[in-house]
């Protein structure tokens, strides 16, 4: 089964993310010069010299999983409806807003995240934060 994650954003935001990722467009070029092999830094250069003068030009990137046999279930949704609109800090957290015990959120957590649908960041105090980048998901059958 191809399952593809949609995330839309304003050029903006990719420019936020883009100075993430190489801390400056000198960097950026920097590496070029060093890689010239790697086709991504030129199109990251492209990208980011274009919405740096069109902020707010809609962006769409999508993420494409292959999953054979997809077990999700309607509470696996409804987590990530409230990881991606509530917030959570933790995994802890998360149970505590879905009103379920840490040893059933836990795994199901885990499971996403192996799959794909979630990215667990560094949150406080060495927990991990369940994070969802995307604003919708299409399955191909």
Same mark, same amino acid.
């Given at each position: 089964?191809?399952?593809?994650?949609?995330?839309?954003?304003?050029?903006?935001?990719?420019?936020?993310?883009?100075?993430? +990722?190489?801390?400056?467009?000198?960097?950026? +070029?920097? !590496?070029?010069?060093?890689? *010239?092999?790697?086709? %991504?830094?030129? !199109?990251?250069?492209?990208?980011?010299?274009?919405? !740096?003068?069109?902020?707010?030009?809609?962006?769409?990137?999508?993420?494409?999983?292959?999953?054979?046999?997809? +077990?999700?279930?309607?509470?696996?949704?409804?987590?990530?409806?409230?990881?991606?609109?509530?917030?959570?800090?933790?995994?802890?957290? %998360?149970?505590?807003? %879905?009103?379920?015990? %840490?040893?059933?959120?836990? *795994?199901?957590?885990?499971?996403?995240a192996e799959?794909?649908?979630? +990215? !667990?960041? *560094?949150? *406080?105090?060495?927990?991990?934060?369940?994070?969802?980048?995307?604003?919708?998901?299409?399955?191909?059958i």
């Amino acid at each position: 089964m191809i399952i593809k994650l949609v995330r839309q954003m304003k050029g903006s935001e990719l420019v936020e993310m883009l100075k993430e +990722k190489y801390g400056s467009m000198d960097n950026l +070029k920097r !590496l070029m010069e060093k890689d *010239p092999k790697n086709v %991504l830094y030129p !199109l990251d250069l492209e990208d980011w010299l274009y919405h !740096l003068e069109h902020p707010d030009a809609e962006v769409k990137q999508s993420e494409t999983i292959f999953i054979k046999d997809l +077990k999700i279930n309607m509470s696996d949704l409804k987590m990530l409806d409230i990881i991606k609109n509530q917030h959570p800090t933790s995994i802890r957290n %998360l149970s505590y807003i %879905l009103h379920k015990d %840490l040893k059933t959120v836990q *795994p199901r957590v885990h499971k996403l995240a192996e799959e794909g649908f979630i +990215k !667990l960041e *560094p949150g *406080p105090k060495n927990a991990k934060k369940p994070v969802v980048n995307f604003n919708k998901i299409e399955i191909e059958i």
